[in-house]
């Protein structure tokens, strides 16, 4: 239909325009037809944007290539001078910047700091069905998100999670169920943006500081569009700060990623795959494909893709070292700036207007701090600060078996390929926490880094758990756990303790046969595999044959947990449930 001239309006997102195929088989042949080009939320172009995407800067060579005569508009709602004038250049000469005011005057702003997330989720509670009409609350992290959505399910508000893991079809009815309020609230991370328009949504909530100015500016200003009055409410905690110096730390890949990605793909005619890169590499998938991203979008680029496979080009390439300290300094500086906006005294308002430039900067005179006293009351209830934290405490997660060997790194030692067969599986497992998280994920940081010896209260709130709320089928007959050779009594001791709280045997029956790298450095699937190939063995015990609880304190890829299941299982035991004290999220953001 785009080639046959049946369409007036075509909607396109950055990564779809930075398809090759898309762009030679669509957009050039109609590219002499075009009669405006727009860019929205025109930011995302420059370093300096609060959320650029590498996928917007190709839209700037694009435009590069468009007919001299096409009209370009590049539009956004946030963006300081700073921002403004590298888009200009980037677009090219002859750019008129156009500039309205930012003051929203329906909008009232207030912030309130409650250090712990139980405090919080106690607040959300109590106050969120005071406020008028339905509103979004903005978390940093999917796992958050997740989190506040069940809490305030639990208590009767209509609330979903929204964020980038769930599928497309869903999110386009979850918001719908927000336009049509029927939430009271979608709980969701950065991913509701660009695009999402209610006129009458009533509030907009941060459960943690955002990092920038820009950044909550472009999500508190959804709040009040259509209506005369509307709340921006920012929530802070002392774990802003952990979450968001990981944003900062991971933007830029390691000099030593992109060295030996290009070192990879320079010993290879033919090119390669991101899974050949995987087995080459002892990188994540995910930072692999983060390097690549970033190296397709350098003008000259030092590598490009044909059919999957990527090459290296005859370029010498030399990271930008000076541009990325000075977007890193800046990402820093901006969240200085955010931890000043949640202490100031003046109007709320105007310090966000004077962060953004805004000529027409003044005081709204609705804020907390032009009235003297709270929007909204800042405190809440003991009882539902203590129902928030057992909540926390009972967040234990899933540990889902793996039904497939990544590719031929167990053959050699073991003659695993391919599926992974029924009989041979793990069971599903459970992770008490997540690591570091607000309920029991710090005591396990303690015990594990700390203190040596993890806490009779973890051994409580594990058994508490298999016996009450996970209560596997069949029960567990006997206990064992996967040998440390680092800390060969951290993880033994703590199994022993709990089979003794469950009142089962502890048998330990696997054994480490040779000595191999930390898991926690082997970074992707192949990798984690392979260094685990051929490195323990199970002793014969009569015993052996029932169902059994397989005990580790952390799970990250859950490649040792699914080889010592296959191995018990081919020894003759019974189904194997893994456990672990908590889990490692590689990629949560």
């Known amino acids: 239909r785009l080639l046959a001239d049946q369409i007036d309006l075509l909607l396109i997102s950055p990564e779809r325009l930075a398809n090759e195929t898309f762009r030679e088989n669509y957009l050039l042949p109609i590219a002499a037809s075009i009669g405006l080009f727009v860019v929205d939320e025109a930011h995302c172009i420059s370093d300096w944007g609060h959320d650029f995407r590498p996928d917007y800067r190709r839209i700037v060579r694009v435009i590069q290539a468009l007919p001299r005569n096409i009209p370009i508009v590049a539009t956004t709602a946030t963006a300081n001078d700073r921002v403004v004038c590298d888009v200009a250049a980037q677009i090219g000469a002859g750019v008129q910047v156009i500039r309205g ?86 709980v969701a991370t950065s991913s509701l943006g660009m695009g ?18 820009v950044h909550y500016y472009q999500q508190v200003g959804r709040a009040g569009r259509a209506i005369t009055h509307a709340y921006g409410i920012m929530l802070s905690g002392d774990d802003d700060d952990e979450i968001l110096d990981y944003f900062i730390k991971t933007a830029f890949p390691p000099d030593t990623h992109t060295a030996e990605v290009l070192a990879a793909l320079e010993l290879a005619d033919h090119g390669l795959t991101i899974r050949d890169l995987e087995q080459r590499l002892n990188l994540r998938r995910s930072h692999i494909t983060h390097v690549l991203k970033l190296l397709s979008v350098e003008t000259p680029s030092p590598v490009s893709q044909q059919q999957g496979r990527w090459f290296l080009n005859p370029i010498n390439y030399q990271p930008d070292q000076e541009r990325i300290q000075r977007i890193t300094q800046l990402r820093r500086t901006e969240q200085q700036r955010m931890r000043d906006y949640l202490h100031t005294h003046e109007c709320l308002m105007r310090f966000l207007g004077h962060e953004l430039d805004d000529p027409a900067v003044a005081e709204c005179g609705r804020c907390a701090n032009c009235i003297g006293a709270p929007l909204v009351p800042t405190d809440y209830t003991v009882a539902m600060a203590v129902r928030a934290a057992e909540f926390l405490q009972r967040l234990d997660q899933p540990i889902e078996p793996r039904k497939q060997w990544p590719g031929d790194a167990l053959l050699a030692a073991h003659g695993w390929r391919g599926n992974l067969p029924a009989k041979l599986q793990a069971a599903e497992g459970r992770a008490l926490c997540l690591w570091g998280d607000a309920g029991w994920g710090e005591l396990v940081r303690q015990g594990k880094q700390r203190d040596g010896r993890f806490a009779d209260e973890l051994v409580q709130a594990a058994a508490g758990l298999i016996l009450q709320r996970w209560r596997p089928s069949p029960m567990p007959t006997w206990v064992t756990c996967v040998p440390s050779q680092r800390h060969p009594r951290l993880v033994a001791d703590f199994a022993q303790r709990l089979a003794q709280a469950l009142g089962l045997p502890f048998l330990a029956v696997v054994q480490r046969i040779r000595p191999t790298a930390s898991q926690k450095t082997m970074c992707n699937s192949y990798q984690q595999a392979h260094n685990l190939a051929g490195a323990f063995t199970i002793k014969q015990d009569s015993r052996l044959a029932g169902p059994l609880l397989l005990v580790d304190d952390i799970v990250d890829s859950r490649w040792t947990f699914t080889l010592l299941a296959a191995l018990l299982r081919e020894a003759g035991s019974g189904p194997v449930f893994p456990f672990a004290l908590a889990q490692v999220l590689a990629d949560d953001v």
Request: charged fraction near 15%.
């Open 196 to 213: 999402f328009d209610k006129p009458d949504l009533g509030f907009v909530i941060h459960f943690h500081r955002p990092g920038s100015v």
């Open 101 to 186: 005011p930012l003051t929203r005057t329906s909008l009232a702003l207030q912030n309130i700091h409650l250090p712990s997330q139980a405090a919080r989720l106690a607040w959300l509670a109590e106050q969120l069905p005071k406020l008028a009409g339905s509103g979004i609350i903005y978390a940093l992290t999917k796992k958050d998100a997740e989190h506040i959505a069940t809490w305030l399910q639990m208590h009767g508000i209509l609330a979903a999670a929204y964020h980038s893991d769930i599928a497309n079809e869903e999110r386009v009815a979850l918001e719908a169920q927000l336009l049509g309020n029927q939430l009271k609230a979608l």
